[in-house]
């Protein structure tokens, strides 16, 4: 099994973006797949009860104790955390997870934000130690523009973990999201250019499985 943390210091910088896009796509990929959403806004939760008929259905859990409800036959599963969470709040989720993503947004205050968020998530026993990976997502890039340049950059050169996937910024996944479907739900040429951007991701998290 395969277990997923979705973390920052920040908010609204994509986690449930990350939680339900991917839960999408290991769902059409036939895996089992469970969202364990343990903030209590319960976004990622509320996309899997919305899941459609006839699209493969994602299982949906509130809260920490969630991790210790999963079906035995579960093979990927996503945890959700709400932002700002600290040391206190991660270390026990930590010990039960294969994985950390980290979404980051393009911005100044972002970047400042995550850098002290990712400096105390590198000093945690369980990462310092090498027993836990963790990697990077810039999230709503628009590649064009300098600051989404600069903010790549930065975050190269000062964040302790590699940035594995730039995803570009677009109003379907908030569309998509708002359905309980993600972009791995459709296989139109014009979604299909956007999975694209997942494609390393993707990669990575397979390598660490």
Known sequence: MLTVLVASSKGGCGKSTLVTQLASHWAQQGKRTAIVDTDRQGSSYRWATLRPEGMPGVL?????????RLPPDTERVLVDTPAGVGERELEPLLDQVSVALVPVLPSSFDLHATLDFLAQLAAMAQVRRGKLAVALVGNRLKPWTHASQDALAQLAEAAP??????????????????????????HSEQVRSQQQDWLPLLRWLKRQH
């Not at 949906?60 to 210790?68: D, V």
């Not at 995803?167 to 993600?182: F, H, M, N």
């Open 60 to 68: 949906g859990l509130e809260g920490r104790r969630g991790l210790h």
């Open 161 to 186: 973990f590699p940035v594995t996937a730039q995803l570009r910024d677009s109003q379907a996944y908030v569309l998509l999201t708002a359905l309980g479907k993600g972009i791995f739900d459709y």
